[in-house]
């Protein structure tokens, strides 16, 4: 079985951060992801997407991620349910994420730069969360100093 989710698009609000009684973090927010057509008015739609991230990286959407940043997801989807006051069963559905890569910087109209958040392997770094609660993008746009022995190659 899989069950595996990967989706871009942009928050429709600030990630709302809250912690659980135990006192584990979890973050929630909401992505719009155009759909890849236009309605018979010729207009774009979008699906608003649920999306639950925990512990460090809830914290670190928290506190990097804003209203209409660019971010991309990738998690798992996961259906629960509950009963509501009135005693119907309300289903939710949601995106379990385990990565969040932040899109573009926070003072860009549409910067192409990647920032990396989760528990990914690869290209991706494990982020342990914000150093020093320093923006990761502060230095965007400008060179970086490597000297030739710093390159592995």
């Given at each position: 079985m899989l069950n595996?989710?990967?989706?871009?698009?942009?928050?429709?609000?600030d990630p709302e951060l809250r912690y659980t009684p135990s006192g584990v973090a979890v973050t929630t927010f909401t992505?719009?992801?155009d759909r890849p057509f236009v309605n018979q008015q010729r207009e774009r739609e979008?699906?608003?997407?649920?999306?639950v991230t925990w512990r460090q990286l809830a914290e670190t959407c928290a506190n990097y991620l804003r209203k209409g940043r660019l971010a991309a997801v990738e998690g798992r989807i996961q259906v629960r349910n509950y009963?509501?006051?009135?005693?119907?069963?309300v289903y939710v559905t949601e995106v379990i994420a385990d990565n969040v890569r932040f899109l573009e910087s926070p003072n860009s109209g549409g910067a192409s730069r990647e920032e990396g958040m989760g528990g990914g392997g690869g290209q991706q770094r494990n982020n342990n969360g914000p150093r020093d609660n320093q923006d990761p993008f502060q230095d965007d746009g400008r060179p970086i100093d490597i000297s030739d022995d710093d390159l592995p190659f």
């Open positions: 595996r989710v990967i989706l871009i698009g942009r928050l429709t609000r992505l719009a992801v979008a699906d608003f997407i649920n999306i009963d509501n006051n009135e005693g119907r069963r």
